[in-house]
């Protein structure tokens, strides 16, 4: 059974940077791209950052600078360093992975970025 855990949400001051963790089980996490998703209030999912078996990346423009997606296969583990956060930044973020015409998400964790 996939199960994808995120972990390292939390409340930071605009400004200042959070690192989420998303640890993966049930895949052979090597053979899987990965993103990051996240929900503002009231607003739909949106593309945060992607991450492919090789190591290439891609951002939304919107993050483009200051966040940085990595994995640690060793470790089945997709990071998303988040850094300069503003208050628009303020979201459920979800890890996502997809195999064989299935979709995967994490629980979500929520990042609020507030004074």
């Known amino acids: 059974q996939v199960q994808l855990v995120e972990s390292g949400g939390g409340l930071v001051q605009p400004g200042g940077s959070l690192r989420l963790s998303c640890a993966a089980s049930?895949?052979?996490?090597?053979?899987?791209?990965m993103r990051w998703y996240r929900q503002p209030p009231g607003k739909q999912r949106e593309l945060v950052a992607a991450?492919?078996?090789?190591?290439?990346?891609n951002y939304a423009d919107s993050v483009k600078g200051r966040f940085t997606i990595a994995r640690d296969n060793a470790k089945m583990t997709v990071y998303l360093q988040m850094n300069s956060l503003k208050p628009e930044d303020t979201a459920v973020y979800y890890c996502y992975t997809r195999w064989a015409g299935y979709d995967y998400w994490g629980q979500g964790t929520q990042v609020t970025v507030s004074a």
């Open positions: 049930g895949i052979t996490f090597n053979l899987y791209a």
């Open positions: 991450i492919t078996t090789g190591g290439n990346t």
